[in-house]
DNA sequence: ATAATCCTTAAATTTACCTTAAATTTTTAT
DNA sequence: ATAAAAATTTAAGGTAAATTTAAGGATTAT
């Protein structure tokens, strides 16, 4: 094993996903040997998602044979509100075909029978990369960024819903963006204003809702009982 | 090209890394017509590095191919002293295996022949994110408050019970934060309504009582006989 | 230069929230 | 036990914020 400096690894919070109970033990055991002290572990997809809700994970071990929903759909549930890294586990190799055909992104897979080390070795060398070269987490993923039935490309500068192409104007697509980088999280109008805007905005704050309106016309299945941009009330 | 505030990134420096004369000069002239003003130039390794200890960069544009000592040298030592990012350009097909390898995604190489543009657009892309990126939601340790079955979430200001989502209004979670800060304590309703309503709060206190028999009704499994809200009789 | 598109402002409307008031219950004091 | 005081509960009015629609002005493209 390449030596390598467990001071920032070891609090990231990691989440093994395992039907099999003896497999979760087994891997948490060798994990903490190796140093990581934040390790959590679900048996199931519906409790994988609200624990990542929880928790926001800083990587998943998900084994796609799952009791209720597989792994495949548990990833496309997760990303619709975070993009933590994933490392696959799969027994078939039908499973493998179709992470390949999905393009997993900066997600990383392993084929079972397989050692509790390499997963640990897998693991390691996710974390290694992303400090060595700074890579933000966002850099591990693919330039595409989705939340329910709304895709955005960044490289074409494009946005989707339900694979239908909507034409954004540039302010709503910057908004957009924003408003995409910073998901479940609460934003102060002003706090938008300035980013979106620049702080030399000196206009009123009624520009913003009229776009977020637009935005929500656009891309809500509801625009009046909005499920993407949630209102809150004062600040 | 989709058009992108300048007014943040125009002042940026940025500092392209090749050892071809006829390239530097083109990116340069690109760049400075796409509004960047603050343009550096290397054509070896160790001037690279140098360079950046001078005048520290807010991005590199890195040829891996240099001289004196390629490009994933240079950026290793520069990580010994700095986390710019860097933006690689590489010609061969091997360059960009060893990329992938160290887990650089599709975000931070460029291969040869590439056209300026696309350099220009990726820096844009880049400080955008790093820009609309609220660091905030880095930080590791979730703020989680929990009593019973209540949970208080203060970095997405949610509020759930049995893992149910508990709408309030923002007196409510503010009255509900300022008690859960205080528990297992005694506070009178002139304490209470100095901290959560501010001192020049002219009103009733029946105000605080109502306030209080909403979380009541909404965090309580019997309203009417509270057990986590406790009343207390005289003073 | 003209047309088309987009951004911003303004004003009307709706919604959500806070406070007050008043009725009811519970506790304390006599 | 009875009255007074304090606390609880319910309902409703007023207010501020958010939504929505429309239109004028600015920008961009043709």
């Not at 609090?11 to 040997?33: A, F, G, M, Q, S």
């Not at 140093?35 to 809700?53: A, L, P, Q, R, V």
């Not at 975070?82 to 997600?107: E, M, N, Q, T, W």
Request: with cysteine; hydrophobic share 40%.
């Amino acid at each position: 094993m390449v030596n390598v400096d467990m001071t920032i690894m070891k609090n990231k919070k990691i989440l093994l996903v395992d039907d099999e109970l003896d497999i979760l033990n087994l891997l948490e055991t060798v994990l903490k040997k190796e140093g990581f002290n934040n390790i959590y572990k679900t048996t199931s997809g519906h409790e994988t998602i609200k624990m990542c809700e929880k928790i926001a994970p800083d990587l998943i071990v998900l084994d796609i044979m799952l009791p209720d929903i597989d792994g495949f759909e548990v990833c496309r549930r997760l990303r619709e509100f975070c993009l933590v890294p994933i490392i696959f586990l799969s027994a078939k190799d039908d499973d493998v075909d179709k992470l390949l055909g999905l393009g997993i992104g900066g997600d990383d897979y392993i084929t079972k029978p397989f050692s509790p080390k390499e997963v640990a070795f897998r693991i390691k060398a996710h974390f290694r990369r992303s400090e060595y070269f700074n890579l933000k987490s966002l850099s591990d993923s693919k330039r595409i960024i989705r939340f329910g039935d709304v895709e955005i490309d960044e490289d074409k500068g494009e946005v989707r819903k339900k694979s239908e192409l909507v034409p954004l104007t540039l302010k709503e697509y910057s908004l957009l963006l924003y408003l995409a980088y910073n998901p479940n999280k609460i934003l102060s109008k002003n706090q938008i204003l300035e980013k979106v805007w620049g702080s030399d905005f000196e206009g009123y704050d009624n520009t913003l809702m009229v776009h977020i309106r637009h935005l929500r016309q656009k891309l809500e299945n509801d625009p009046s009982n909005p499920k993407y941009i949630i209102p809150l009330y004062p600040e």
